[in-house]
DNA sequence: CTAATTAAATGACCATTAGTCATTTAATTG
DNA sequence: CAATTAAATGACTAATGGTCATTTAATTAG
């Protein structure tokens, strides 16, 4: 019966365009600020029928989580497709997630909303599964890169390669993020370019990694 | 005129009674459960009057916010009073901003805030920097340590103290959230211990910020 | 001490907005 | 074409941050 078929796929299709105009409006005005009614208006639609296919405004805005994670882990599995030595994995991964926080910084911001408990009270436990599942695609992604160059004789063999993974994308976040924040002005007081802060521990950190014989290849700048 | 003097403690004693409700309402339902008619219970006044002393709900918040960082601070400064080595200095605000985030955990999640601009758009100017300066007072302690520590050749001359800080600090909290959260089922799935992580990535960091003169003294496990 | 004046506190009220549901409209089926 | 099922609607509710005319208390002047 194809009827039933192309009946799913318009409703999907209505998901997606609910999906569509939650995003525009998100990244204009933020989670708080947001209201139902202008989704509903931007997607055509009455506020009723929002909520026949999504449960909450948590729920829309889990939703568009998910795809910037769909984004970013496609950034991220290009970053380790070529077929390269490991710290250039590394550095590529490093530079996928700096430029998805550039080029995508509204999905990048929207991350933090999963930080805190605070905020996702009402998502639904399916929204907030599929987060979680995307969000450890992501860290695998960089977990096996560690792992390999563990193998290769890149890392030193006493580390572990998911602390390191969270070590590594941790410290990125926080200062990435740092670089989001509008109200910096202290910052800039004190006079320091957070690009130079997340080369230069990035630097730090991945020296610390390295066995002996990979030091002699590659030299990171502290 | 005692009477004015009088009547200005009166209104100070007030206030403070008006932040002690929003304290103990905020620690146990976060900002956005939190209403502005359970406060003024509390505080056993009416709504109307909560907005004779705070402008806002988020000026209340950034109100609490401020006292945790009076906390913080009295933290850090004796963390680096004692007079002891300079690695011995930042191993204590190391513990001293570890154990705040244990003991005083729920100013520790209020400071979330303040790096989500989304969230403080109501807050009052003199609020913000308040807490502006509290935060630059506490940034100077940990800088003046790696100054010294500069200087008394226990860091590397070529290192940035302000940059140093922000890294190890930016990475304290980064892990330290991490630990806070309640979500991290996919964390107990990889099996990692954060106070491990923490201590690691410590190590890894300052590690790279020793001369080799102070490696002799001093050896930070990896 | 009393009346007039000033200051402090109140809570009914307003505007906004997430979420609901009885009703309407459209599509499908027999 | 009538009957049935599915989809969409928007008026409505409840919750809540914030306001302000009114009331209550404190202070001052005579």
Redesign the interface.
């Known amino acids: 019966m194809s009827k039933i078929e192309r009946k799913e796929r318009e409703k999907q299709l209505r998901r997606e365009s609910i999906m569509n105009a939650a995003e525009s409006v998100f990244f204009e005005k933020?989670?708080?600020?947001s209201t139902m009614d202008e989704i509903a208006e931007k997607a055509e639609l009455s506020k009723g029928t929002l909520y026949l296919y999504y449960r909450s405004k948590d729920d829309l805005y889990l939703g568009v989580i998910c795809r910037g994670f769909d984004v970013l882990i496609s950034k991220l599995s290009e970053a380790v497709s070529p077929n390269v030595s490991t710290i250039q994995k590394l550095l590529n991964i490093g530079s996928a997630y700096y430029n998805f926080s550039q080029n995508h910084t509204h999905y990048f911001?929207m991350f933090?909303f999963?930080?805190?408990?605070?905020?996702h009270?009402m998502a639904s436990k399916e929204l907030?599964n599929e987060s979680?599942n995307q969000?450890?695609r992501a860290?695998d992604v960089i977990i096996e890169v560690i792992s390999n160059g563990i193998k290769d004789g890149t890392f030193?063999e006493?580390?572990?390669p998911?602390?390191m993974a969270?070590?590594l994308w941790?410290?990125a976040?926080?200062?990435m993020?740092?670089k989001d924040?509008?109200?910096q002005?202290?910052i800039e007081n004190?006079?320091?370019d957070i690009d130079?802060?997340l080369q230069?521990?990035n630097a730090?950190?991945v020296?610390?990694?390295l066995t002996e014989n990979a030091k002699r290849f590659y030299q990171p700048k502290?």
């Open positions: 933020g989670l708080i600020s911001r933090s999963l930080e805190s408990p605070q905020f009270t907030l979680h969000s450890k860290w030193r006493n580390i572990d998911v602390q969270i070590i941790s410290n976040t926080a200062i993020k740092l924040r509008k109200d002005f202290w004190l006079n320091v130079t802060v230069k521990s730090m950190l020296s610390t990694m502290l």
